[in-house]
């Protein structure tokens, strides 16, 4: 199966329900080198606006806080979030966290795109 959107190609993707208000942690390519993503919720009362924080933890690690996030309704990224290199290819994210309305419980949909080839050097 291939799955193709605005010229990307769906590579990973899928729905992950968290245990209470836990991380999620995504592990790309199993091979080597593996790639994690790991997924939080994040409370600042110091801040009025939802936002996303993606900081590189280690060289192959990456974390994406979801800082105050709405509860009850699907929010995510407007725009495809460039992460790097995957396979020789351009790595990218699209994703969608829902916190349940009382804050026991949320879910993540994502979809990682790779995009054309760069070059090796």
Known sequence: MKITS????????GRVFAYG????EIVLSEENDPLTFVFCIERDPE???FTTDIRLVRYNEVRIACVNFPRGKPTGNQDMIHLGVL????LSLR?????NSDATSWALTFTFFSGEGVAQQ
């Open 6 to 13: 605005g010229g990307f190609e769906a590579v990973y993707y």
């Open 21 to 24: 208000m836990n991380p999620i």
């Open 47 to 49: 801040r009025d606006e």
């Open 87 to 90: 396979h020789n290819r351009k």
């Open 95 to 99: 994703y969608e966290v829902t916190i």
